[in-house]
């Protein structure tokens, strides 16, 4: 089966401009998770879909990044000013539904930004 | 909160070596326990998982880790080191019920001929 879609790959941009990162899920996944993983760290979790609602996005800067699901399959997010800090892989994950049992989250191949 | 906690982000082994990647965690709650590989430029893969079954859960590519409470942790081990083991390695940590995850600082494994 087809894994998890990410695009673009790279991505380099000025400070205070826009970016936008897009994730097509494995199909008939019902969750969708976005994790930003900076460079010597591991990846943290900015927010988490189930179908087209936000279950959790606690970690998100709000201020600056913002992401949604479209008719809870693919997802896009943003972030609007970049920040040198933002640079980092971003990745996108989705898994069935995780309340049942021996669910896994699989993973794209990210997204790296560079923030110049 | 859950958390884990890996030391040593950098670990040498020479091929043919037993690979021992340490992983604790903290927990209120019984937690569900993961360890992935990222190779370069890739996105993560999942070697194995802890779901309250077998303390020892076998995974992929010769790769095991054995859950043990009373030490809280979760350490990853393989016997003989292969080239091909060469990757970055992250533990993890969930809750029941979500699949969100929380991850260590990982480990970057180099394996020396």
């Known amino acids: 089966e087809a894994g998890v879609a990410q695009s673009p790959r790279y991505k380099i941009i000025e400070k205070r401009q826009s970016v936008a990162f897009w994730c097509n899920p494995i199909?008939?996944?019902?969750?969708l998770y976005w994790y930003q993983q900076i460079l010597g760290q591991g990846p943290k979790l900015l927010i988490q879909f189930q179908n087209n609602g936000v279950v959790d996005d606690s970690q998100l800067p709000k201020d600056r990044f913002s992401a949604e699901r479209l008719k809870g399959v693919d997802s896009t997010l943003k972030i609007q000013p970049a920040k040198l800090e933002d640079s980092a892989v971003y990745l996108c994950?989705?898994?069935?539904?995780?309340?049942?049992?021996?669910?896994?989250?699989?993973f794209g191949q990210g997204t790296r930004l560079t923030v110049v | 909160a859950q958390s884990v906690t890996q030391l040593g982000s950098h670990v040498s082994v020479s091929e043919g070596a037993l690979v021992l990647l340490r992983c604790n965690y903290s927990?209120?709650?019984?937690?569900?326990l993961f360890w992935y590989v990222q190779y370069p430029n890739q996105g993560l893969q999942l070697l194995l998982k802890?779901?309250?079954?077998?303390?020892l859960v076998k995974g992929i590519n010769g790769f095991e880790a054995e859950f043990k409470k009373s030490e809280t942790s979760f350490h990853l081990t393989k016997p003989s080191a292969h080239m091909s083991d060469a990757a970055e390695y992250f533990c993890a940590v969930s809750g029941h019920g979500n699949n969100r995850l929380a991850f260590g600082k990982g480990n970057q494994v180099v394996v020396i001929p």
């Open positions: 802890y779901t309250s079954a077998a303390t």
């Open positions: 199909s008939g996944h019902a969750t």
């Open positions: 994950a989705s898994s069935l539904d995780p309340g049942q049992m021996n669910t896994e989250a699989f």
């Open positions: 927990s209120s709650v019984p937690p569900y």
